[in-house]
């Protein structure tokens, strides 16, 4: 099916089971420990050996020599996997650092080897007698220091590093009040909970792969092109995925290694990354240095605004995409973007939720918190006045549907905004108390999807696509959709995600997946209408409701259908052009309140509030985890989370959940969401947008914006730390 | 121009550098040189205990973590690892009452003790009122830290009914009471990163006001 004009009525607009906030289908394998994650695989094949990583102990230069002897004696030790050994390997697309190095090393903990032993301990005991000496090389790790350095990068999703309309430069040198910022902000790692794993199995030169993966297409790909064997001859199997936050996007080592440590020792192979290797062997979220510009009239309205951001990547690599919302947030006549990217020794630079705009509004959104203070306006009211409905860079581009102010004014209104004080000025007890606000801001991409749905005698759908389901709902959704399309309650559809022999998907990225995944069920569910009306004999009006197929005066039980036989439907929804007309969007306010320990400067999150308008929320429960979850991890942007780089030696000293610390319960207060009601018929027959995402951007500069609102310290580097505001705190009374 | 000097480790730069950057794998040829011949098989210990209810013995290599005797021993992959080393508490249980991190405890030290998993709290068919409150409060997305979440929780209600503080309670001579406060304080050592907590704390609320 190809989606290519504006949708009308269909049988989603019911909204019986779309849209109610059904509990999640899978809640209770997953609060039972019964759903299966990619390393507990225990009965799909036998004699599962284990493998353990040794990564590299250098950021760069080379291995001069490694013995293996004495791990190779150690008991237990079936084969042991090297560059030397593991014969011819490729890279694949979506990796920009070799997954097995040596004998040249890109990066600290890259992985250099996998000892296969007949228990996990006594793989772990033997990697730890590998010996390998190293000769370093000199490295590039201080981005900061490189900014010289840095070069214009090609083209990144479509997207050139500059853009430019008008004329900023005089534009901005014309206006009476100016904001010129530098902001930073560090490196993070996304930390999901459970660490990359795999279990490899080969069976001749078939390769199963039971794993953790957003993208199972683009991973069977990427195991094929690194192997170098055919796409055909590996299966990936995915089925629960203990978070991923694009982390998982792509294949791994462990997969790689897996897969090569289980045809050394000619049995399956199972391997988890150790907690500690994995924020230096995976890819993190880079590091930015960020310039921000705007210009205003008097009365507030913006004519200039500019955005750049510096970060840095191996080479090969991409930028981070910091300045993407700005091109499109703010009206304004004058406006400049531009991106440079340096080249850095460090690990991998790569998405991580809301890559570009989560760092790029962290910056962006203290700037307009700083520019409405020096307009003297009220921060709501300063981006409401600089709203647009159209693309500010193509102003003929209007957005499909944009609500930005209505879920500022809706946040203002539920929070008590009225009662935010002037910066420093408001007190509970021994905590002065600050509000913040930021807009969120992300874009809506569809991305073409395949599912297949089958129908049997007893009345029962079940679905099968290749999508998956980190923690988004895609269990939930796919199955309110199927219901929904085929007239069934929940109880009578069954999903099954994550597996490449599946019909190919979207899977989980960049916020794309909720809206992309059911259109293409959608899709797969009116061809199975079509084959249940032909096979019945009913006319094409016929209506699926109640588990019921009814046309005119005849009415069958839907498994009727299938009495003859089991009925299959496979189909993809594409997109035509309808994204490129429109700019397709979601839009949120985030509104937070803080307290500062007016000794200490401890910084503690009272209150937090998202609005969002995101096109028809197809599970209200879901989608506001999704939000909540963001609201989280962007408290953590704002307040802790930060890589510290060591910059003599070239790797991430605090690489664990200690050193690397992520929001726990005691960090995060009672949240509140408000969806907007909408839905947006140009983005597809679901009218559906992403959330996952839109939570995430934005959040930490109102955490920030509410801590200068307490303190009257504005602080442009993050994260927002108490030894930032000690020594600028009010006097103490 | 590189210089030899500048990126020889020396003693004294690895520890300015944090000992993280050599943990790994050994750098210095001394710890080499140094390197025993490996034992020439692995000593195993025989170890029983109940878990849910059942009693199963093992003989197992003493290195065994309680963790990995039910992950990859019993087949008890409901109690999950997240790191390995006590930081994240996904591999929560309940031993003989009290939760523990079962990762930082060999399998060896806890012969004749009983152990409760997420599998023994309840199953799809029979949920325990907490595994039952998650699902109706969203307290999860990926599910990966929740059956750590729901020991914890189920042990913190126990915990505060037993009258055990925390670090916030106020008052040390009164019985510690079921307030949002509390819960945060003693459920921080479960980590979620999809970042449920909100949810999570709802749910427990949920329970403990049911139970109250």
Redesign the interface.
Known sequence: MKFDTPATTNPIDQMKVVGKPT??I????????????A??H?DVAANQAYGYV?????AKGRIASM?LA?AQ????VIAIVTADNAGKLDKGNFNTAKLLGGPAIDH??QAIALVVAE????AR??A???????S???GSYDLAAALDTAITPPTVFGTAADTSVGDFATAFAATPVQLDARYTTPDHT??????HASIAAWDGDRLTLWTSNQMIAWSVGDMAKTLGIAKENIRLVSP??????GGKLFVRTDAVLAALGARAAGRPVKV?L????MINNTTHRPATIQRIRIGAAADGKITAIGHESWSGDLPGGGPETAVAQTRLLYAGANRMTAMRLAVLDLPEGNAMRAPGEAPGLMALEIAMDEMAEKLGMDPVAFRVLNDTQVDPEKPERPFSQRRLNECLQTGAEKFGWSKRGKPGATRDGRWLVGMGVAAAFRNNLNAKSAARVRLDKSGTVTVETDMTD????SYTIIAQTAAEMMGVPLDKVVVRLGDSSFPVSAGSGGQWGANSSTAGVYAACAKLRDAVVQRLGLASDAVFADGKVKAGKRSFALGEAAAGGELVAEDMMEYGDLAEKFQQSTFGAHFVEVGVDAMTGEIRVRRMLAVCAAGRILNP??A???V??????GAGSALMEELAV?K??G?F?N????GYE?????D????DVIFLEESDPTTSPMKAKGVGELGICGVAAAVANAVHNATGVRVRNYPVTLDKLLDKLPDSV | M?TPE??ELSRR?VLV??A????????V?AV?AG?A??????PTTKVSFKVNGADRELDL?T??SLL?AL??HL???????????G??G?CTVIVDGRRINSCLTLAVMHDGENIT???G????DR?HAM??A???H?G????????GQ?CSAVAVLDEIRAGVPSHVTADLTAAPTVT?AE???R???????????????DAITGVAGAKA
Do not use: W
Not at chain 1, 119 to 122: L, N, V
Not at chain 2, 37 to 42: E, F, L, N
Not at chain 2, 140 to 147: I, K
């Open positions: 509990n999640r899978e809640g209770p394998l997953k609060t039972t420990g019964t759903a299966t994650y390393y507990e225990h040794v990564g590299a102990a250098i013995n004495d004696a150690a008991p237990g600290y903990h228990s996990f301990e006594q005991a033997a730890s007698l590998v010996r390998v000496e190293y370093r090389s000199k996304h930390a999901m909970m459970e660490p629960y995925i203990g978070g991923g936050f988890a150790p907690r500690p290797l980190i923690g988004t709902g429960k879901a506001r985890s999704q909540i979850g963001a609201m989280t991890m060591d003599r030696f790797f000293v690489h664990d959940l200690a992520v929001p726990v319960h005691a995060i207060p009672h949240q | 590189q500048e990126y730069g550098g944090g993280a950057s050599v943990a790994t794998v050994a750098l040829p080499a390197a011949t490996a034992p020439a098989a692995t290599d290195r065994v990995d992950r990859e087949h008890l992959t409901g109690t999950k690892k997240g790191c390995d080393h930081q994240c996904a998993t997420i599998e709290l309840g199953t799809p949920m595994q039952d998650f699902v109706e969203d999860y997305q990926c599910g990966y830290c929740t059956p729901i949002a819960l945060r304080e459920m921080s050592g479960n980590i979620c990163r999809c970042g449920a907590y909100s949810n999570i704390i």
